[in-house]
């Protein structure tokens, strides 16, 4: 035993754990406490860099995980609306990193203000990202565009009118890239 267990005394941080736990912060909260700190601390400062991204993928989202290979259509709903993404039998439906296509498509289309877009290299959105630009992260981007652009995805409301029920349905349409 320590010397402050013979002596009746407790380190403080043992008292504050048993009596006030939850003023105890993880190195994992001090990290997130950190990250919005900087953000307010960029926004106030107008150095923030703005992402965009289209409704159907803010509203309702593609998958976080991989789904299974026979699996090849999702669907989302967040309230009214609908997201339904088939996958391409070869390449499957895009998940998880795969959502950082449309986010830099569309970035680069507000940048642009053009629905036809143009970069460099496929390094420069890996960078954008904070991504390695080794060959393992590229041929993961190479998949990621094989699996959006493979795919065909809808987005519509369900609405009720009367009793009827309508729905409306919009492919998305995808600007046209120039590598």
Same mark, same amino acid.
């Given at each position: ?13 043992? $008292? ?7 003023? $105890?912060?993880?190195?994992? @909260?001090?990290? /997130?406490?950190?990250?919005i700190?900087?953000? !307010?601390? +960029?926004? &106030? /400062? ?9 409704? *159907?993928?803010?509203?309702? #989202? ?5 789904? *299974? ?9 967040? #309230? ?9 039998? &070869? ?5 998880? /990193?795969? !959502? ?16 036809? $877009? ?5 390094? %420069?959105?890996?960078?954008? =990202?904070?991504?390695?630009? #080794?060959g @393992?992260?590229?041929?993961?981007l190479? #998949?990621?565009? &094989?699996?959006? =652009?493979?795919a065909? $995805? ?10 009827? @029920?309508?729905? %409306?349905?919009?492919?998305? +349409?995808?600007?046209h890239?120039?590598?």
């Open positions: 035993m320590s010397q402050f267990h013979h002596s009746g005394l407790q380190p403080a941080g043992a $008292i504050l754990r048993g009596t006030c736990p939850d003023l $105890i912060v993880s190195k994992q @909260k001090l990290k /997130q406490a950190e990250r700190q900087l953000v !307010r601390q +960029n926004r &106030e /400062q107008a150095t923030q860099t703005l992402c965009f991204n289209s409704r *159907p993928f803010v509203l309702c #989202g593609l998958p976080v995980r991989r789904l *299974p290979k026979d699996q090849l259509l999702y669907e989302r709903r967040n #309230g009214r609306f609908v997201l339904q993404v088939t996958g391409h039998p &070869e390449y499957g439906v895009p998940f998880g /990193q795969d !959502r950082l296509v449309p986010i830099f498509l569309a970035t680069l289309a507000v940048q642009q203000k053009s629905q036809t $877009i143009r970069f460099r290299t496929a390094a %420069e959105m890996l960078e954008t =990202f904070g991504m390695q630009t #080794g @393992k992260e590229y041929r993961r190479v #998949g990621a565009f &094989e699996r959006v =652009f493979s065909t $995805i809808f987005f519509g409301t369900d609405a009720l009118k009367g009793s009827a @029920k309508v729905v %409306e349905f919009d492919a998305l +349409n995808w600007p890239l120039m590598v």
